[in-house]
């Protein structure tokens, strides 16, 4: 994992690592680990390998066709789509891998982005409920808006031997990263 995190002194910045940008940041470096321990969680019943990675990509249009360039940058306003991708390099299957993607403050989910689509998600990062998120407003049920949203987390998969498996979500930029 710190091959992609080389400058542990910056809150949000890119490397690149076999010609792609990779998002890396303190907030990744525990996004990151987060992704793996939840991954070992529903692997823990076989001692194969399992790793996980994180990329990020900026997506811009241009005469209504999506690009997706380097997000070496990233401005209030910009959508960034991650790409979770699970790689599993064993010989035996894994059942019920749990992925789920921290969404750092500063992004907001934007619905329906997420492929596949997600199952949960959650304010805090621990306690996940059934996506879309409701609350209680004065005895009315409403939805929780998607800028609140700090984690999402889609249904358990089965990944075979030698198989990986892609997850993605956009977000927006809806505040500039805070610099020390």
């Given at each position: 994992m710190?091959k992609?995190?080389t ?5 949000c910045?890119?490397?690149?690592v076999?010609g792609?940008h990779?998002l ?7 996004s990151?680990?987060?992704l793996?321990?939840i991954?070992?969680?529903g692997y823990a ?8 990675e994180l990329?990020?990509?900026?997506v811009?249009k241009a ?7 380097n997000a070496d940058?990233a401005?209030?306003g910009d959508?960034?789509?991650y790409?979770v991708?699970t790689n ?13 993607l ?13 492929k596949?689509?997600i199952?949960k998600?959650?304010?805090d990062?621990?306690n996940?409920?059934?996506?879309p998120l409701?609350k209680?407003?004065?005895g ?9 949203y700090?984690s ?16 993605r ?8 990263a805070?610099?020390?």
């Amino acid at each position: 994992m710190d091959k992609y995190l080389t400058n542990q002194n910056t809150d949000c910045g890119y490397a690149k690592v076999k010609g792609e940008h990779v998002l890396k940041s303190r907030w990744l470096k525990v996004s990151m680990l987060i992704l793996l321990v939840i991954a070992s969680i529903g692997y823990a019943q076989k001692k194969e390998t399992v790793f996980t990675e994180l990329k990020a990509f900026k997506v811009v249009k241009a005469n209504n066709v999506e690009k997706f360039v380097n997000a070496d940058k990233a401005k209030p306003g910009d959508i960034i789509e991650y790409r979770v991708v699970t790689n599993n390099t064993g010989k035996n299957g894994v059942r019920n891998l749990v992925i789920t993607l921290p969404i750092p403050v500063g992004m907001e989910y934007l619905n329906s982005s997420a492929k596949p689509q997600i199952a949960k998600a959650s304010l805090d990062g621990k306690n996940f409920a059934n996506a879309p998120l409701k609350k209680k407003v004065q005895g009315k049920e409403v939805l929780i808006p998607y800028s609140e949203y700090r984690s999402i987390r889609w249904n358990p998969v089965d990944l075979g031997a030698n198989k990986s498996v892609e997850m993605r979500a956009r977000v927006k930029v809806s505040l500039p990263a805070k610099k020390n």
